[in-house]
């Protein structure tokens, strides 16, 4: 199972750490967050131990309204029930209770530097991403015009080197020669650069080669989301290769299906440059233009205009 580690989240977000040192190995698996309301009024039917508690000055106001003996009772309960960590917004009191039971139960408390709203968007956005289910896959990926596109292919077909010219071309290296795809949620695949391998390419005869350095800030970016795959391949004379553009193939990750596009490679070819209008057609075509079936269209009515003269 996917976690993350409440020392991870601690460090990633800059959080405070009020009480509960103990509680710094222990793993958040949901990336859904909790909002105590409720359980402070006595309320824990639907609560869920897995899930960050993030109480921010509503939440907390309304726990101080309560008899102290009704406090420590139901704030006692959360802790029992051993939810992750807890998480306080900027300018929040925390009262002295959590600290008492943050260090019984061995669970931390921290404090956050931004207000309730901010701070659940951005912890439940890191949860998201750090959780979503991940695979790696070898190949290069480029932001071509706005189009996160995925080369693929076997080893020594030319990936690297075509993405290098699509770079000099204007366009954005996301990750060579492996890509961690990761589906936040059906129909939207992320894909990025392992940490070691950001802005890196390797180039067969050259080697290693830093984009941003070569080609300015500009040539590289974190993450993109996948719209395209386009495998590469050694041409095949005794292979049926769509010249029309009328056949789709699709490419499934997780629970995506995505387009894929094969382009046979030959010398002579200039492979960059169609990557780059394959692209730019499939951009067309979720804009509404599909080249190849107003082709076939125009010529159907030719075809029924001779026909009919």
Known sequence: MNYVSVNDLANDNNLELLAGKKGLNAKISEDMI?????EFAGFFDYFD?????????????FLMLQPEQVQRQNVEKIFKLNPPCLVFSKNVQVSPLFYEYAEQYGI????????????????????QDMLA??????????????????????????????????????HQLIADDLVEIMEKEPGNLIGAAPEILRRYMEIRGIGIVDVVTMFGAGAYRNRKNIQLVVELQAWDNDKYYDRLGLETQKIKYFNTEITKITIPVLPGRTVSLLVESAAMNEKLKKLGHFAAQEFIEKVDQRAKRGEEE
């Open 34 to 38: 909790s909002r105590p309301g409720l």
């Open 49 to 61: 131990n897995k899930r960050l508690v993030l109480i921010g000055s509503k939440d907390n106001s």
């Open 108 to 127: 931390c408390v921290f404090q956050c530097n931004l207000r309730t709203t901010q701070a659940s968007s951005k912890l439940y956005t890191y949860l």
């Open 133 to 170: 289910p991940r695979i790696s896959v070898h190949g290069t990926l480029l932001d071509i015009n706005g189009m996160g596109t995925l080369i693929i292919g076997k080893s020594g077909i030319g990936k690297s080197e075509t993405a290098l010219d699509l770079i000099k071309r204007g």
